[in-house]
């Protein structure tokens, strides 16, 4: 069995060498669009614009290497139940409506408005 080699003709290196450089062109000005658009999303928040930038910047490095990955709604809310378990049992019922949004639990605010309000009203009578 004899190998052989493959190489290009001289009329092929060039468009190769086209093809190259038309790709790199075209992963910066990705890149650069979203750059630009991580930075525009940090005008008008409640943040620091630096600190803003930075934090866009490190998701996006953990975005590349496939490390930013978001959990179903069903991991959160069970996350938030487990936190009930660490409250005082006298309080983990409410938790835990307060957490499932059930019976006289109401919910208000954004996350980027500082935070997300959940309450419950539970009447007690008069002693």
Do not use: F, H
């Not at 069903?74 to 949004?101: H, I, S």
């Amino acid at each position: 069995m004899t190998a052989t080699s493959v190489t290009p003709s001289r009329r092929a290196i060039p468009r190769l060498l086209a093809a190259m450089v038309l790709g790199a062109a075209a992963t910066l000005a990705s890149a650069q669009g979203s750059v630009a658009a991580e930075k525009a999303r940090c005008d008008g928040v409640q943040q620091d614009k630096a600190a803003c930038q930075r934090e866009a910047g490190a998701a996006r490095q953990e975005a590349q290497r496939g490390g930013l990955t978001s959990a179903s709604g069903a991991t959160y809310d069970q996350n938030a139940l487990a936190r009930c378990q660490l409250q005082p049992a006298a309080d983990r019922a409410d938790c835990e409506a307060r957490v499932r949004g059930s019976g006289t639990s109401s919910t208000q605010g954004t996350v980027m408005g500082g935070g997300v309000i959940r309450e419950t009203v539970t009447p007690t009578p008069a002693k």
